[in-house]
């Protein structure tokens, strides 16, 4: 272990957030499949009936991203997170009590609720790095939090998956439960927050405004607006088309699925543990725009490949480099957004993201009836090159404390 990755892990805001991180990521798995495979169990594989689970995850962040970011901006950071998870473990235990005496339908409850939850705690971790970890350090710690990810895209499927066959629903709901309150318990040895860091006597709907007026003004801000809108764009387009990959260009059954996904989850922890290396020898901008055209050719290969270990192999590589877009990502909205900005940021960027992902969800059935599956993948990969020639006009800039200095006057 290096010095400075030595130095890095002495952070107490590291350790606790890292481990907060865990037990959040065990909820959410569990929550994610649990739930999944109950819906399905209970509907007789209904689709409708399962689209209702994206939609309870996926409507929050419309209605509250916004609300919540400014809301972080306004609150107590340390605080929030605290009273979000334990609001969260209160709402599990609440349903899993409705569902013992009521109606099942009450289970996706859990996954809407602690979504609007997720929009007013998520953007104050965020503020927490800011305050928290020094500058040199971020990088490291988005790619430390990009690998903590890559671990439960792995191990989390056959987590949740165990949890349900084996124990049920009632148990399941009760894990997640336990989780979020670990989680709040790890968040306790945070340092405290700044006493004076509320604000109460502002307006709302004025600091919401800034919110947008600080992104629109902001060159970096803008550009990564625009990457988040196509990246959004191209993960839609082909999101529900996998399994067509599996079946129609590759002939194999659809459970062959798994192995493109499990290889895309081992790339992307390889990624995320080499960037924690390398954080500090490449600017963000680079490695957000290294990562973005890696998925471009890797997205347009799979769409073209017919052969099993061609489409493993751009998987692979798209997955190894994926850890970039997000790192590049949070790494220039830290590094370019002033404190008392870093939740609205966080509430305008997201849902442009979301909201593009999801508009082009909703179309990918139509427009695969109008054009090839092989299209469809070439779309993405367009757009994907289109989001790195947005990061082009910053791609010389030394995204440092000069150029924070900067965006701070802005």
């Known amino acids: 272990m290096t010095q400075g990755t030595a130095a890095f892990f002495r952070n107490r805001f590291i350790r606790a957030i890292l481990l907060s991180g865990i037990f959040l990521q065990v909820g959410i798995w569990v929550r994610n499949f649990a739930i999944l495979l109950f819906v399905m169990e209970r509907t007789n594989n209904n689709p409708f009936a399962v689209s209702l689970i994206s939609v309870a995850e996926f409507t929050p962040i ?118 979020f309150l670990l989680s709040a318990g790890a968040l306790t040895f945070l340092p405290p927050d700044k006493k004076d860091c509320d604000r109460h006597d502002s307006d709302f709907t004025r600091e919401l405004a800034d919110g947008f007026r600080y992104v629109w003004h902001n060159k970096v801000l803008t550009a990564l607006g625009g990457v988040f809108v196509t990246a959004g764009l191209a993960v839609g387009v082909i999101q529900p088309l996998g399994i067509f990959v599996v079946i129609e260009r590759l002939g194999l059954p659809k459970e062959n699925l798994q192995w493109l996904m499990m290889v895309n989850g081992a790339a992307m922890l390889v990624g995320g543990g080499a960037i924690i290396g390398f954080s500090k020898k490449i600017a963000a901008q680079k490695l957000l725009a290294t990562g973005l055209l890696v998925s471009a050719v890797s997205v347009v290969g799979v769409g073209l490949s017919t052969s099993l270990i061609i489409t493993l192999c751009f998987q692979f590589f798209n997955g190894l480099f994926f850890p970039c877009i997000h790192t590049g990502i949070n790494t220039l909205i830290l590094n370019m957004t002033k404190e008392e900005f870093v939740g609205r940021v966080n509430g305008v960027l997201n849902p442009m993201f979301m909201g593009a992902m999801v508009i082009m969800m909703s179309l990918a059935g139509w427009l695969k009836t109008r054009f090839s599956l092989v299209g469809m993948y070439e779309m993405s990969g367009i757009m994907f090159f289109v989001g790195m020639l947005l990061i082009v006009p910053i791609f010389n800039m030394n995204v440092s404390q000069r150029l924070y200095k900067t965006a701070d006057k802005e």
Do not use: N
């Open 62 to 179: 419309f209605l509250f991203s916004f609300i919540g970011g400014t809301y972080a901006d306004r609150w107590r950071p340390k605080r929030t997170m605290v009273l979000c998870d334990l609001l969260s473990a209160l709402s599990v235990f609440m349903v899993l009590l409705t569902i013992i005496f009521g109606t099942w339908e009450a289970v996706f409850l859990v996954t809407f609720i602690s979504a609007i939850l997720s929009q007013f705690s998520q953007p104050s971790a965020m503020k927490l790095f800011k305050v928290h970890v020094p500058m040199e350090q971020i990088q490291m710690g988005m790619a430390m939090f990009q690998t903590l990810m890559a671990i439960f895209m792995i191990i989390g499927p056959l987590l949740g998956t165990f949890v349900f066959q084996r124990f049920g629903i009632h148990v399941a709901i009760s894990v997640m439960g336990v989780a």
